[in-house]
């Protein structure tokens, strides 16, 4: 399988600042990292992903890095707004194997 | 429109009673996966399904069994609730070989065993 820890937990940031979560895999095997956004009552929705042929990819004020020789990845969300208070998962994927493994989850809040 | 339907959103039961939790998708997608999510503990993969009658256990699979008999539904079953099964509970589905492992979840089934 494949374990996926990430970190931290909670966060807790002031508007306008960034905010990073970061995340471990241990199967080398794994291909595919994508971050998901719960907003509390709410399912958890598709943010950014990123391949393992990729070392970093940007949208919309998302940010996701990606090493590969460390096996961590992580999410760095630019310029932080009370929006993007939430749950964000990370998540790890194996080629041609159909599982998602998720971390945790943290917690983030974007204070005024 | 791309959709996974869950029901019933909200349910209590007592402990010893059989629990149904069914979910729907209209995107055709083969694979579906059924996750509990629990405080502290993300989404933990209960079962997967390939395709009708193709299921595999996940990491958490004691205690609760599937049924796929159509693509599109994919039921959650727990005979005999216990009350450490009280979560919120996501079913989810991904199309087979696609380019990414973008799933697309429910809005969720949030149980409660007395």
């Known amino acids: 399988g494949e374990q996926v820890e990430q970190l931290p937990s909670i966060l807790r940031v002031q508007e306008g600042s960034s905010a990073s979560i970061n995340c471990t895999y241990e199967?080398?095997?794994?291909?595919?990292f994508p971050w998901y956004k719960q907003e509390p009552g709410e399912n958890p929705k598709l943010i950014i992903d990123?391949?393992?042929?990729?070392e970093r990819k940007q949208t919309q004020g998302l940010i996701v890095l990606l090493d590969k020789k460390a096996k961590r990845f992580s999410l760095h969300i630019t310029d932080t707004q009370p929006g993007d208070s939430a749950m964000y998962f990370c998540a790890a994927k194996r080629a041609n194997y159909n599982v998602l493994y998720f971390g945790s989850g943290t917690k983030l809040t974007v204070e005024p | 429109d791309m959709k996974v339907t869950q029901m019933p959103r909200y349910l209590i039961k007592r402990m010893g009673e059989n629990v149904l939790l069914e979910c729907g998708q209209d995107?055709?997608?083969?694979?579906m996966y059924w996750y509990r999510q629990d405080p502290g503990l993300g989404l933990q993969l209960i079962y997967i399904s390939y395709d009708v009658d193709s299921n595999s256990e996940g990491d958490i699979p004691k205690g609760y069994r599937v049924s796929r008999k159509k693509r599109e539904h994919f039921s959650l079953i727990l005979d005999s609730a216990k009350t450490n099964q009280t979560s919120v509970y996501f079913c989810a589905s991904r199309r087979q070989g696609a380019n990414t492992g973008q799933l697309y979840f429910g809005e969720g089934s949030k149980l409660t065993v007395l």
């Open positions: 199967n080398s095997a794994s291909n595919y």
């Open positions: 990123i391949r393992s042929n990729m």
């Open positions: 995107m055709s997608h083969e694979t």
